[in-house]
């Protein structure tokens, strides 16, 4: 299947890492010298995708900015004969073909997607979470790319969580096909007690979703916190139709969690080429400290 459309849902307000989203987007959150977004960005280009709608909210047009050109800062740059940061810039703002469009209530993800609706038109389409990072030697997307339709209608990226933390998510029941694919015939979003629980394997920032699921999301009422969830919808055609679950491979990084952005700062410093020698040492230095 050859799917060139994704949304990026990344209109919430990171209420997890307040005060510093009061004026900055968390999307926006540097890991080194790359912004969350991009990292999102280039993992769906990577995968084949050539059109991009972020979903905003107000006070988030500074990752209109990062993805525009910059013809002041490009041309200083070229004056300076910084050409090695000059192409860097340039490659930004010609990643791919990318359209935002505001989430002027919020309403929760379900229907974040929904605006997506006219962009998508009749095509399946990669959703990819603004605040999940995966890096991996294949992009988490094209895994899940690569398996469209196999068992179903649409297909998720997922991975075992805790039984802790199960309630933060949403549960699955699944069947293991072969390797890392499941077939996926039903959903709970956020299980509240154990005999709600389906299994630990849970929805993580990546789905391809068929262009039926916003006839769906049209018809779907609000769920758990009074929002209109996504998980909610795909349930639909996993109970009708059933749906594909990959179990990933990657690591991944909750960039709307304190601890997530701070694993994300050290781990990819260390594979960074300009740090990751500095940021070794700094470890070893300061571990003999604690």
Same mark, same amino acid.
């Given at each position: 299947?050859?799917?060139?459309?994704?949304?990026?849902?990344?209109?919430?307000?990171?209420?997890?890492?307040?005060?510093?989203?009061?004026?900055?987007?968390?999307?926006?959150?540097?890991?080194?010298?790359?912004?969350?977004?991009?990292?999102?960005?280039?993992?769906?280009?990577?995968?084949?995708?050539?059109?991009?709608?972020?979903?905003?909210?107000?006070?988030?047009?500074?990752?209109?900015?990062?993805?525009?050109?910059?013809?002041?800062?490009?041309?200083?740059?070229?004056?300076?004969?910084?050409?090695?940061?000059?192409?860097?810039?340039?490659?930004?703002?010609?990643?791919?073909?990318?359209?935002?469009?505001?989430?002027?209530?919020?309403?929760?993800?379900?229907?974040?997607?929904?605006?997506?609706?006219?962009?998508?038109?009749?095509?399946?389409?990669?959703? @990819?979470?603004?605040?999940?990072?995966?890096?991996?030697?294949?992009?988490?997307?094209?895994?899940?790319?690569?398996?469209?339709?196999?068992?179903?209608?649409?297909?998720?990226?997922?991975?075992?969580?805790?039984?802790?933390?199960?309630?933060?998510?949403?549960? @699955?029941?699944?069947?293991?096909?072969?390797?890392?694919?499941?077939?996926?015939?039903?959903?709970?979003?956020?299980?509240?007690?154990?005999?709600?629980?389906?299994?630990?394997?849970?929805?993580?920032?990546?789905?391809?979703?068929?262009?039926?699921?916003?006839?769906?999301?049209?018809?779907?009422?609000?769920?758990?916190?009074?929002?209109?969830?996504?998980?909610?919808?795909?349930?639909?055609?996993?109970?009708?139709?059933?749906?594909?679950?990959?179990?990933?491979?990657?690591?991944?990084?909750?960039?709307?969690?304190?601890?997530?952005?701070?694993?994300?700062?050290?781990?990819?410093?260390?594979?960074?080429?300009?740090?990751?020698?500095?940021?070794?040492?700094?470890?070893?230095?300061?571990?003999?400290?604690?």
């Amino acid at each position: 299947m050859h799917i060139t459309k994704a949304v990026i849902p990344a209109a919430g307000l990171g209420t997890r890492v307040l005060p510093a989203t009061k004026s900055m987007p968390k999307e926006m959150y540097p890991i080194v010298d790359k912004p969350t977004i991009q990292f999102i960005v280039e993992e769906a280009v990577a995968a084949g995708i050539t059109d991009i709608l972020i979903i905003t909210n107000r006070g988030k047009g500074l990752m209109e900015d990062h993805f525009d050109a910059s013809p002041e800062l490009e041309s200083l740059l070229e004056k300076s004969g910084k050409l090695e940061f000059l192409e860097t810039v340039r490659n930004i703002s010609n990643l791919a073909n990318i359209s935002f469009i505001r989430q002027k209530e919020m309403k929760g993800l379900g229907h974040a997607v929904l605006k997506a609706k006219s962009f998508v038109g009749n095509e399946p389409f990669a959703v @990819l979470y603004g605040d999940g990072v995966i890096t991996g030697k294949v992009p988490a997307i094209k895994q899940l790319i690569d398996h469209y339709g196999e068992y179903g209608e649409g297909v998720v990226g997922v991975k075992k969580v805790d039984a802790k933390d199960i309630h933060k998510y949403g549960s @699955l029941k699944v069947e293991h096909m072969h390797d890392n694919v499941f077939a996926c015939t039903d959903m709970k979003e956020k299980p509240q007690t154990p005999e709600e629980v389906l299994s630990l394997y849970s929805i993580l920032d990546r789905c391809v979703l068929p262009a039926e699921i916003f006839g769906i999301l049209e018809n779907t009422k609000p769920g758990i916190g009074g929002e209109i969830q996504l998980t909610d919808a795909m349930r639909e055609i996993a109970i009708t139709k059933g749906m594909t679950a990959v179990e990933f491979e990657g690591k991944r990084y909750d960039m709307g969690n304190k601890f997530g952005i701070l694993q994300a700062q050290i781990e990819i410093g260390l594979e960074h080429p300009e740090t990751k020698d500095l940021l070794k040492d700094y470890i070893k230095n300061i571990a003999k400290t604690l």
